[in-house]
């Protein structure tokens, strides 16, 4: 294999990634130097340049989508570069200003994996409108943070942000519109396909787990939702559908939301009683369990052999977890807990680095 062929290529893309992982990945952008960026793009057009030369004909189906993650890398890295520029500009207010920045790109990678290029029909109301509400939070920080003398990358920043929002409000305006298409029987089913991932989500967040740790507004969420399914059963149902399943599954839903109700009673209970810091010591443990279920099942893995389904489940369970951290610090201050964002924030930065390499690693594989 030579930086010629396409295995090659791909290699080349693969180190720029990990170099950067490795260098910058979750250090704070003020104390970076933006010069060290110059190399991993100099690598990138290396290989652009490898791949114009094989030419279509040579390089085969996947060179396109090679192509196409060769120029979102190299955005990306140009854009890193601006923004470590701006935060040296800035100084040491950057910090809690990244911190915000970092939160908005969770956001952003949340909503691509839930949502982009996926059926309206069988997508999740309320989580675009709980990212809606995280980025209107993270907007108020930034311009808080900032005040009026952002310099033009973070105002960038908060422009993007709110381009977001904009974005995930006219999704949250066409998602119920695309759950009521189709005939009755059809609503009907989806509808139990979309309460069923609602059980799901309360299978993996929360069965089995510690009270502590369990975010209230997740449940909270799960609950909103099933209730939004079970009045459009039971509206399919009074407007004449006759369909046993549709009936079943309203009393199925009526159980759930029981069992959820008294669990989010017992969760809040269970955290009322108990000091800030046990808590946040807590999630420290809970996160320090994700860290090793990485190493376990992933560290020094091949990525075609890798589940890249599980590891967004894992980034979705630090996410939560980081939240936590961040929501409890801003009313307790508490140095280990600070210490222990960084360090969440830092490996939920490389596990969504990872996780499209590994994708991209099975998909060439695969053809």
């Given amino acids: 294999m030579t930086d010629t062929d396409l295995d090659g290529i791909q290699k080349l893309l693969t180190e720029a990634q990990e170099a950067y992982v ?10 970076c130097d933006p010069a060290g960026i110059d190399p991993l793009l100099a ?87 709980e990212l809606v509400e995280e980025l209107k939070g993270i907007k108020k920080r930034m311009i808080a ?9 973070m105002q960038g920043d908060v422009e993007l942000v709110q381009q977001n929002i904009e974005r995930y409000q006219a999704e949250e305006r066409e998602i119920p519109k695309a759950h009521q298409s189709g005939t009755p029987d059809e609503q009907a089913d989806r509808l139990a396909w979309l309460a069923n991932q609602q059980f799901a989500i309360y ?16 449940l909270v969420r799960l609950i909103d939702n099933l209730k939004r399914y079970r009045t459009a059963m039971f509206e399919l149902k009074t407007r004449g559908l006759k369909n046993d399943s549709n ?6 839903v009526d159980g ?32 320090n369990e994700l860290f090793q279920k990485y190493r376990d099942e992933y560290a020094d893995k091949p990525r075609t052999k890798v589940s890249a389904e599980e590891l967004s ?32 924030r830092e490996y939920q930065f490389a596990w969504m680095q990872e996780l499209p390499m590994i994708r991209q690693a099975q998909l060439v594989s695969a053809t």
């Fill in 22 to 31: 490795r260098d910058y990945g979750g250090k704070e952008r003020h104390l």
């Fill in 43 to 129: 690598t990138l057009k290396k290989a652009s340049d490898a791949l114009d030369k094989l030419g279509a004909l040579t390089a085969g189906d996947n060179a396109a989508s090679l192509r196409a993650a060769l120029e979102a890398q190299t955005e990306q890295f140009q854009r890193e570069q601006k923004v470590i520029i701006a935060a040296r500009e800035m100084g040491p207010a950057f910090d809690r200003f990244a911190v915000e920045g970092a939160a908005a790109n969770f956001v952003f990678d949340r909503y691509n994996r839930h949502f982009a290029g996926q059926g309206r029909d069988t997508r999740d109301l309320g989580l675009i409108q």
């Fill in 145 to 153: 943070i900032g005040g009026k003398n952002l310099p033009a990358q």
């Fill in 203 to 218: 299978q993996t967040f929360f069965a089995g787990q510690s009270r502590l740790t369990r975010r209230p507004q997740l």
């Fill in 247 to 252: 009936d079943g599954n309203i009393g199925v």
């Fill in 256 to 287: 759930r939301l029981q069992a959820y109700e008294t669990e989010l009673g017992e969760i809040r209970k269970a955290r009322k009683g108990v000091k800030l810091d046990e808590i946040m010591s807590n999630l420290g443990g809970t996160a």
């Fill in 313 to 344: 489940v894992m980034i979705d369970k630090l996410d939560e977890v980081r939240r936590q951290m961040e929501d409890l610090g801003r009313v307790e201050k508490n140095e280990p807990n600070v210490q222990n964002q960084r360090i969440v």
